[in-house]
């Protein structure tokens, strides 16, 4: 049914840049909003970024507020996750997630679910 097909993770250096992308399929794209998690060893899973189903409003985490930018293109079913100024403890696997309702006025961090599965970010010189 749903799926959430994450790529483009890797190793990179201190202050480079990495793109993610995550395939959907499964639902209706636009009538959902789509987020990205991430979860570093030894720590639980945190809220990086969301994206309402209008494909404009945005909430980011405070930790990659100007770093990051989630965007979506209707056309290819599929958000990005565009990192840049890539800093060590920004080492995770990064989860797509989507909404587990259709429509919603408003972005909610709790609201996500339909898990992807993963791809491994790794930050170091």
């Known amino acids: 049914q749903v799926q959430l097909v994450e790529s483009g993770g890797g190793l990179v250096q201190p202050g480079g840049s990495l793109r993610l992308s995550c395939a959907a399929s499964?639902?209706?794209?636009?009538?959902?909003?789509m987020g990205w998690f991430r979860q570093a060893p030894g720590k639980e899973r945190e809220f990086v970024a969301a994206i309402h189903w209008d494909g404009y409003n945005t909430d980011y985490a405070n930790s990659v507020k100007g770093r990051f930018t989630i965007s979506t293109d209707n056309g290819l079913n599929t958000v990005y996750l565009q990192m840049n100024s890539l800093k060590s403890e920004d080492t995770a696997v990064y989860y797509c997630a989507k909404d587990q309702a259709r429509y919603r006025l408003r972005l909610d961090r709790a609201d996500f679910g339909s898990w992807g599965q993963g791809t491994q970010v790794i930050v170091s010189s």
């Open positions: 499964g639902f209706t794209f636009n009538t959902y909003a």
